[in-house]
């Protein structure tokens, strides 16, 4: 199990997202974004959070011109599998890998603290490990988290079992720190290859540091 | 030489909290009458050619590519 790992200038939750997956075994590698390819080996591709180019002019925006993001939009289109987070949600929406778009929080603050999420589909790699409707505990560190798509879009969202997290309290019901439309935290693409969300299953790895139910989460791309 | 001044706004119908934040705090300077209030951030860009065609299909294909993110944003170029 190979995980390539993409930096770019901002970048910060690399190095987490590095140690996780060697928890899980993964052999892992650090990619810098001015590559023009990835390496051939890769199971999985994450563009880790952070605050690339400094979330100037949007959050993702510039990143999304780096000469790695050709191979990444190429990988995804072959079937690779990809997961953003964080940053790497905004990134993958603004390459236009996810659909919608994540705009300023509702409340105008940054958001860090722990949040439970709901798990809406396990359809899919990422969470096939995890009980539909059951809930994990996970961080949540943004001030860009607001997931917006029109009606239309939600819909297909919906019929296509791409929503895959809801932010909620502890019981599962509805709770929404940041204004996203249907409360989504996590989506995918229609071929289920795709995955991006807001919250850091990197940094729920131990019990020690809160929770470890980014575990579960992860330990679906470790097969 | 072309001068662009392009205007990126949340579209109609996408809430602008800074916008809705902003107006309540007109609203608590008893400043009234205010119906909306919107925020955007204005581009200027100084471009090489005089033609203002051939500038307005350039800057056009800015905004699409990167300058506005259309699924949530509007612009509005203005060129002097």
């Given at each position: 199990?190979?995980?390539?790992?993409?930096?770019?200038?901002?970048?910060?939750?690399?190095y987490?997202?590095?140690?996780?997956?060697?928890?899980?075994?993964?052999?892992?590698?650090?990619?810098?974004?001015k590559?023009?390819?990835?390496?051939?080996?890769?199971?999985?591709?994450?563009?880790?959070?952070?605050?690339?180019?400094?979330?100037?002019?949007?959050?993702?925006?510039?990143?999304?011109?780096?000469?790695?993001?050709?191979?990444?939009?190429?990988?995804?289109?072959?079937?690779?599998?990809?997961?953003?987070?964080?940053?790497?949600?905004?990134?993958?929406?603004?390459?236009?890998?996810?659909?919608?778009?994540?705009?300023?929080?509702?409340?105008?603050?940054?958001?860090?603290?722990?949040?439970?999420?709901?798990?809406?589909?396990?359809?899919?790699?990422?969470?096939?490990?995890?009980k539909?409707?059951?809930?994990?505990?996970?961080?949540?560190?943004?001030?860009?988290?607001?997931?917006?798509?029109d009606?239309?879009?939600?819909?297909?969202?919906?019929?296509?079992?791409?929503?895959?997290?809801?932010?909620?309290?502890?019981?599962?019901?509805?709770?929404?720190?940041?204004?996203?439309?249907?409360?989504?935290?996590?989506?995918?693409?229609?071929e289920?290859?795709?995955?991006g969300?807001?919250?850091?299953?990197?940094?729920?790895?131990?019990?020690?540091?809160?929770?470890?139910?980014?575990?579960?989460?992860?330990?679906?791309?470790?097969k | 030489?072309?001068?662009?001044?392009?205007?990126v706004?949340?579209?109609?119908?996408?809430?602008?909290?800074?916008?809705?934040?902003?107006?309540?705090?007109?609203?608590?300077?008893?400043?009234?009458?205010?119906?909306?209030?919107?925020?955007?951030?204005?581009?200027?860009?100084?471009?090489d050619?005089?033609?203002?065609?051939?500038?307005?299909?350039?800057?056009?294909?800015?905004?699409?590519?990167?300058?506005a993110?259309?699924?949530?944003?509007?612009?509005?170029?203005?060129?002097?």
């Amino acid at each position: 199990m190979k995980v390539t790992i993409l930096q770019f200038p901002g970048t910060n939750c690399e190095y987490d997202t590095q140690h996780a997956f060697e928890q899980l075994g993964a052999t892992t590698e650090i990619v810098w974004h001015k590559s023009e390819t990835i390496p051939a080996d890769t199971n999985l591709l994450v563009v880790a959070g952070g605050f690339s180019y400094g979330d100037y002019l949007r959050s993702g925006a510039i990143a999304r011109f780096s000469p790695v993001m050709k191979a990444v939009i190429k990988y995804a289109e072959n079937g690779g599998k990809v997961l953003g987070i964080c940053n790497g949600f905004q990134v993958l929406t603004e390459a236009g890998l996810l659909p919608g778009a994540l705009k300023r929080n509702d409340n105008l603050h940054f958001i860090s603290k722990h949040h439970h999420l709901k798990v809406i589909n396990n359809d899919n790699i990422f969470l096939e490990k995890l009980k539909k409707d059951s809930v994990v505990n996970i961080p949540i560190a943004h001030h860009d988290g607001n997931y917006f798509i029109d009606e239309a879009g939600l819909k297909d969202l919906e019929s296509n079992n791409q929503i895959l997290l809801q932010y909620t309290n502890a019981d599962g019901e509805i709770q929404n720190p940041n204004g996203s439309i249907s409360s989504i935290a996590g989506i995918c693409n229609k071929e289920k290859n795709v995955f991006g969300l807001m919250p850091h299953p990197e940094r729920a790895m131990e019990l020690i540091l809160g929770s470890d139910d980014g575990l579960a989460m992860l330990q679906g791309f470790c097969k | 030489m072309t001068t662009a001044i392009i205007n990126v706004s949340l579209k109609a119908g996408v809430l602008d909290s800074q916008g809705k934040a902003v107006h309540h705090a007109l609203d608590s300077l008893h400043f009234k009458g205010v119906n909306d209030v919107r925020i955007g951030k204005q581009i200027v860009l100084k471009l090489d050619t005089d033609d203002k065609t051939v500038a307005m299909s350039e800057v056009e294909k800015m905004c699409e590519d990167i300058l506005a993110n259309t699924v949530i944003e509007d612009y509005k170029i203005e060129l002097i």
